[in-house]
């Protein structure tokens, strides 16, 4: 599987982003495709993720009610719309797939993508 990530950058707080994250080669392995995010100095943590068939998803804390991750079939992508951005949420953001939807609570996601910066300044 390989993942490219796109969409990051620079936005000033209480703006928005959309990340989008394109699926090629062995998609049909993955059940859970989703984005991680790493700060500075911080371990890299789930973000949201979406299951196969985009019924189900996680949110962390921090993300609920603020960002929606969806699922694109015609392009095998997922996207992660980010509102209401804040200083706190600069980081590398992941994309990542697995073949187990719910993994993240165990063991980080099995593929990954590049990762892109989001800055949010205040």
């Known amino acids: 599987v390989q993942l490219q990530a796109s969409g990051g950058g620079l936005v000033q707080a209480g703006g928005s982003l959309r990340l989008s994250c394109a699926a090629s080669?062995?998609?049909?392995?993955?059940?859970?495709m989703g984005w991680y995010r790493q700060a500075p100095g911080k371990e890299r943590v789930l973000v949201a993720d979406?299951?196969?068939?985009?019924?189900?998803?996680h949110y962390a804390d921090s993300a609920q009610g603020r960002f929606v991750i969806s699922k694109d079939d015609h392009k095998n992508a997922v996207d992660l719309q980010m509102n209401w951005l804040q200083p706190e949420d600069t980081a590398v953001y992941y994309c990542?797939?697995?073949?187990?939807?719910?993994?993240?609570?165990?063991?980080?996601?099995?593929?990954w993508g590049q990762g892109t910066l989001v800055t949010v300044s205040s």
């Open positions: 990542a797939a697995d073949p187990d939807f719910g993994a993240f609570r165990f063991r980080p996601y099995k593929y």
């Open positions: 080669g062995d998609i049909w392995i993955y059940r859970a």
């Open positions: 979406i299951n196969r068939d985009g019924t189900a998803t």
